[in-house]
C-alpha cells in the first residue's frame, strides 16, 4: 500500500524535489568545506557525511518512475541538474531521456560522451530511437545502425523517413498480429507463450499470411467468446487505420473522437506496418497545445527555464524584431498627423485607446475563427453568416463602449466635437477589427500556413496603424 | 473494407458535411417550391423528391458515428443543425448529446420537449447523466432520478456532488471488480458470463469482501499467466490509484505520466468507488487547453460559432470592459505629460513603440514562468536565477531593439538627444517588463488565482502605462 501512496502525485512530487534538493545543497555544503579547508583529520568524516547524502539521493532516485525524474531534472538549474544525472542508473538513461523536454534533453546529451549515449540507446526500441536520433551526434547514430540486426534498422530508417507531424513518426512496431484461420484457444496459447504483451494492447492484428491487414481482435472479444471460436468469426473487420503519411493531428482527432487505445497502421496496399497508441496520442497533443502557446507569445520552441541569456535571445528575438516593425510603422502613421497633434495635443492621449480596443475586440475574433478553422467547421455557405456576425458585434460594442469613452473624453476636455470624433473612431475600428479578425486566419489558411501562429500579430498590427489613421484622421478632417 | 476506408476522417468528414449540408438545401429549395405554388399536379412530384433527399440524408446519418455526427451539429447554422437533429435516431441522441460542445448542446436541449430529453437519457450511464446535467431542465432531472434504481440514484447523486474540475466528476462506475482468493481460470469463467466488458477496461480492480481495494489485475496478466494461479499471486499491489476529490489537472497529468487507460478511484477508506479513463482523461486536456486559449483572448466560454450577436457581446464583454480601463489610465498617464507633448510633437509617434515592445516581451516572460508554475518547476531557491537571467534578457534585448530605434529616432527628427531618451526608455521599460512578467504569475499563483488567465492583460496594463509614464518622464527631464 505504502508504494500506492507513494505514486500519488504532484504534490507529493514536489516533496520529492524539494527532498532532492536539500540533499544536493547538503552534498554541495560538504563539498564546498572539504575544497576549502586541507584538514586531514576532518576530511575523512566529511567524505562520509558527503558519500551519505549522495546515496540517500540516489535510493530516492531508484525508486522513482522514470517520468517523474525527467520532472525533476526539468525543474533543476543546469548545475544541479548534471548532477542528479550522474546519479541515475545508467540503464535508465534512455528512458529518461524519451521523456524529458527538448531543450532539457539536449542539456543531458551534451554531458554524455558517445559511449553513455550508445548505451542508453542500446536500451531503447526503434521506434524510440527514431525519437531521439535528431538529437544524437552522427557517429553515435551511425553505430547503432551499425549493431542492429536488419529487420530493427528498417525499422528505424522507416521511423526517421517520416516527418515529424505524420502517423509514421508517431507509430511503434511492438504490435502483436495473429492469423485469421485459427481459433482463440489457439490464440490463447500463443499469448502465454509470449509471457508478456506490449504496452497498451487492448486488441490484436488480424492479417493473412501475406500480412495484408484484415481486421482487429480485442482482448474483451478474445476473453468474452467461446475459444473454440476461430478468429475470422469473432475479430471485428471495421477497424479505424491509419497510413504512415496521415497528418498526426488528424490521427489525434481519430483518437479523440472514436476513444481509441491502439490502432493499426496500414500502408496504401493495405499491409500492416506498425500501431498507434494513446499515450503516444496523448503526449503529441499536449505537446502541439503546448508549441501554440509558445508560438502565441513569439517563443519560438521550448525554452528550457534555467537557459542562459543568450539561448533565450535567440529563442525570442524574431518576435520582438517583426514587431518593432510594425510599432514602427504604426508610429510613422501618427508621424503624418504630427501638425494636427500639435493643434489638439489630446488626441495624442486619446489615441491608444482606439488602437488597443480595437486589438482586443480583433483577438476575440480571431480566436473564434482559428478555433473553427481548426475543427474544420467553417465552409463556403456560412463564411457570410460569419462575417455579418462580427460586424454586428463590433457594430454594438462600438456604440456602447464608443459611447462611453466618447463621453469621457467630451467631460474631460470640454469638447463635445472631440468626444463625436472619438465614438466615431472606436465604431469604425472594431469594424475594422471585426473584418480582418475574420479575414486574416481565413487567408492564412488558405494560403496553407497556420493561422493560430501569425494572426495574432497581424490583427493587432492593422488594428494599431489602422486605429491611429482612423482617430487622427476623423480628428483633422472635423476638428482642425 | 468499405467500412474502414469510410471511418478513415477528417477529410471525409468534411466531404459528408459537404454532402449533407448539399442534400438539406435541395430539400429546403423543394420545400420552398412546395410552399410557393399550389399547383397540385406538381406536388405530389414534389413531396416524392423531397422525402428522397430527407430519406438519403437520414440513411447517411444512421452510418456516422456519434462523434462524426456531433461534429456536423457544431459546423451547421441553427436552423440547419435542428434539422439534422430531427433526422438523428431518438436512441442516438443522448450519445450525441455528450459529445457536443457546451454551447451547441445548448442550443440541441432548447429544442427538445421533456418527453425527448427523458428518452435520451434514459439510454445512458449514470456518470454520462451526470454530465448533462447541468443543462437539463429541472423536472426531467428529477423526473429521471425518479425512474432510477437505488444504487444508480447513488451513483448519479454522488457523480453530481463533485465539482467539476474533480477526479470524482470525471469517473465513472463501469468497473469490474474480482476478489484476490480466486484463480485466474474462475475470473475468465466469469468474464465468459459477462459477455462483455466495459469500454477501456485494461485491467481488472481486486478487491476484498468488504469492498476494500487491494489491487489491480491487467488483461495482459490475465491472458499470459497459468489459469491455475491466484488472482492475489498475478495482480499488481502497485496500481496508481486516484481520490474523488483529487484535482482533475493532477490526474491527467498523472495519466500522462504513467501511460494509463484506466485506473481505479478510491475513497479516504480505501474502498473502490469508481473508475477513471483515458478517454475521459483526453477530453479534459483539450478542454482545458481550448478554454485557456479562449481565456487569453478574453472569451469566457466557448462561444458557438453560429451564436447570436447578443449572446457573443455578452460572451466578450467583461474583457473589452477590463481593457477600456486600463486603456483609459495609460491615457491619463499621457495626459500628464500632454505639456512635454506639445513642445516636442514626435515623443507621440515614438511613445507606442516603446509600450509596444513592452508588452511583447513582458508577455514572452510571464507565457513562460505561467508554463512553469503549471508544471510545479519553480521553487523558492531557482526564483533569484530567474528574476537574474530575465533581467539579463531584458537588458541585452534594450540595449540591441533600443539602440536601433533610438538610431532611428535620431535620424528621423535629426535629434542625438531624443535618440537617447527612446534607447534608454526602452532598456528602463523591458526591465520593468521582465521584473512585472515574473512577479504578476507568481504573486497570482501565490493568491491561489490562475495566472494563465489574467497575467496577460496586467503585464500589457502596466507595460503600456509604465512606458509611457518612463519615456514621457524621461523626455521632460532632458529634452525640455
Known amino acids: 500500500m505504502s508504494e500506492i501512496e507513494k505514486i500519488r502525485i504532484q504534490e507529493s512530487l514536489q516533496e520529492i524535489l524539494q527532498q532532492v534538493v536539500e540533499l544536493l545543497s547538503k552534498h554541495q555544503l560538504v563539498e564546498g568545506l572539504v575544497h576549502k579547508q586541507d584538514m586531514p583529520r576532518h576530511d ?20 522513482l518512475h522514470s517520468a ?12 544541479q541538474r548534471l548532477q542528479v544525472w550522474d546519479l541515475v542508473k545508467v540503464e535508465r538513461d534512455g528512458d529518461i531521456l ?14 554524455m560522451d558517445s559511449e553513455e549515449l550508445l548505451a542508453a540507446a542500446e536500451q531503447l526500441d526503434t521506434d524510440e530511437i527514431a525519437d531521439l536520433a535528431p538529437d544524437l551526434p552522427h557517429d553515435v547514430l551511425q553505430e547503432l545502425m551499425v549493431s542492429m540486426d536488419a529487420q530493427n534498422r528498417a525499422h528505424l530508417q522507416s521511423a526517421m523517413s517520416y516527418p515529424e507531424d505524420t502517423v509514421g513518426a508517431l507509430m511503434d512496431f511492438d504490435m502483436v498480429s495473429i492469423r485469421d484461420d485459427i481459433t482463440l484457444e489457439v490464440v490463447l496459447r500463443y499469448l502465454r507463450r509470449l509471457g508478456e504483451l506490449p504496452g497498451h494492447t487492448d486488441k490484436l492484428f488480424v492479417v493473412d499470411r501475406n500480412d495484408n491487414f484484415k481486421g482487429v481482435l480485442s482482448l474483451e ?6 475459444p473454440e471460436a476461430s478468429v475470422a468469426a469473432v475479430m471485428a473487420e471495421d477497424a479505424v487505420t491509419f497510413h504512415p503519411d496521415d497528418e498526426a493531428d488528424e490521427a489525434a482527432s481519430a483518437f479523440e473522437r472514436y476513444d481509441l487505445v491502439s ?23 499536449r505537446e502541439e497545445s503546448d508549441s501554440e502557446m509558445l508560438s502565441m507569445a513569439g517563443l519560438r520552441e521550448e525554452e528550457d527555464l534555467f537557459a542562459t541569456v543568450w539561448k533565450s535571445i535567440q529563442n ?37 485607446i482606439v488602437a488597443g480596443i480595437g486589438g482586443n475586440s480583433g483577438n476575440q475574433t480571431t480566436t473564434m475563427i482559428v478555433r473553427a478553422l481548426a475543427l474544420g467547421q467553417i465552409r463556403g455557405s456560412s463564411i457570410r453568416k460569419l462575417f455579418l456576425k462580427e460586424l454586428g458585434v463590433s457594430l454594438v460594442n462600438g456604440l456602447i463602449w464608443g ?24 465604431i469604425l475600428n472594431l469594424l475594422l477589427a471585426a473584418l480582418m479578425g475574420v479575414l486574416i486566419p481565413m487567408l492564412m489558411h488558405k494560403l496553407g500556413r497556420d493561422p493560430a501562429v501569425g494572426s495574432s500579430v497581424m490583427i493587432t498590427a492593422v488594428t494599431d496603424s489602422g486605429g491611429f489613421f482612423i482617430f487622427l484622421g476623423l480628428a483633422t478632417l472635423f476638428l482642425i
Chains 1, 2 share one sequence.
Open 44 to 63: 575523512l568524516v566529511e567524505t562520509l557525511v558527503h558519500k551519505q547524502h549522495l546515496a540517500e539521493l540516489q535510493k530516492k532516485l531508484d525508486e
Open 98 to 111: 524519451l521523456e524529458v523536454s527538448d531543450a532539457v534533453r539536449e542539456s543531458l546529451i551534451a554531458s
Open 403 to 426: 459611447g462611453i469613452i466618447g463621453l469621457v473624453a467630451w467631460l474631460l476636455y470640454r469638447n463635445a466635437a472631440l468626444g463625436v470624433v472619438m465614438t466615431g473612431a472606436m
Open 221 to 226: 472479444r478474445l476473453l468474452v467468446h467461446d
Open 68 to 79: 517523474d525524474i525527467a520532472y525533476i531534472l526539468e525543474a533543476l538549474p543546469l548545475e
Open 263 to 285: 490502432a493499426p497502421v496500414v500502408d496504401r496496399s493495405n499491409r500492416l506496418v506498425g500501431r498507434l497508441t494513446v499515450d503516444v496520442v496523448m503526449d503529441f497533443i
Open 316 to 352: 525570442r528575438w524574431t518576435w520582438l524584431a517583426l514587431n518593432l516593425v510594425t510599432a514602427f510603422i504604426a508610429s510613422r502613421v501618427i508621424g503624418v498627423f504630427e501638425g494636427s497633434i500639435e493643434k489638439i495635443v489630446a488626441l495624442a492621449a486619446l489615441m491608444p
